[in-house]
């Protein structure tokens, strides 16, 4: 009975795995032109017309740039793939939110932006970066092991830095800007937590396999060429665009 609950097991967490490296990367490939922090037409109205100071329809938005946000949903990813305390992935995790909003609230405060198909072909880097990580790549090739939680932050400013060029291009009103953006914040941390809730989750049963190994290096490859892909279509935008 435990063989044929083991195998059932393996076999449900592989089909989950397989399916949900299916579902980002048909994601990825069907944002074609589209740039990774992209804002929805009807969103994009409403940040437009509003006024003043809306908290909750602004932590709705930052909630909802965040799960679907595929790209922070990879590098998420990447990042707690190895990570088998809660206190590691906590300090990861918040390494990687103090950057994202760090660039985030400045970028838009202070109003500076970054052509927006540079920043998401860095942040496709990213998600490249942290696939090789995990496979081990830069010990094998230069002999060290980069600061991984400088990596992380650093990282997280260039997430922050995509958001905040897309947001200052709908020109938000300066009518209790600040309280708004504090809210979207707040929304993209309550995004976070969800995403990392279920990553976490399906890792859970997923390192329980005694395939994890073998099928976590077939994973981070795929993390890898989704990466970049990100990378490719953003270059490429970039040079159409100008």
Request: charge should be neutral; hydrophobic fraction near 55%; avoid cysteine.
């Amino acid at each position: 009975m435990n063989t044929v609950h083991r195998g059932w097991t393996d076999s449900g967490m592989r089909r989950i795995v397989i399916l949900s490296f299916i579902a980002l990367s048909a994601l990825v490939l069907s944002a074609g032109h589209a740039l990774a922090h992209n804002v929805t037409e009807g969103d994009a109205g409403y940040i437009q017309e509003i006024w003043g100071v809306n908290i909750i329809p602004f932590m709705y938005l930052g909630a909802k740039h965040m799960v679907t946000g595929y790209d922070h949903i990879l590098f998420l990813l990447g990042v707690v793939f190895f990570l088998y305390k809660m206190k590691d992935v906590g300090i990861y995790v918040s390494l990687f939110a103090i950057g994202h909003s760090t660039t985030m609230l400045a970028g838009v405060w202070f109003g500076w932006g970054i052509n927006a198909y540079i920043i998401d072909a860095i942040i496709g880097l990213s998600v490249v970066y942290k696939a090789l990580d995990n496979l081990g790549a830069y010990q094998r090739w230069f002999g060290v092991q980069p600061n991984t939680k400088a990596a992380t932050l650093i990282f997280g400013f260039f997430h922050g830095t995509g958001l905040a060029t897309k947001i200052l291009d709908y020109e938000i009103a300066s009518d209790g800007l600040l309280a708004n953006l504090l809210a979207f914040n707040v929304g993209v941390e309550l995004g976070q937590l969800l995403a990392l809730a279920v990553i976490l989750i399906v890792m859970g049963y997923w390192r329980k396999s005694p395939n994890f190994f073998r099928q976590a290096y077939t994973a981070n490859v795929i993390m890898m060429s989704m990466g970049f892909i990100l990378m490719g279509l953003q270059i490429t935008g970039y040079f159409v665009a100008t």
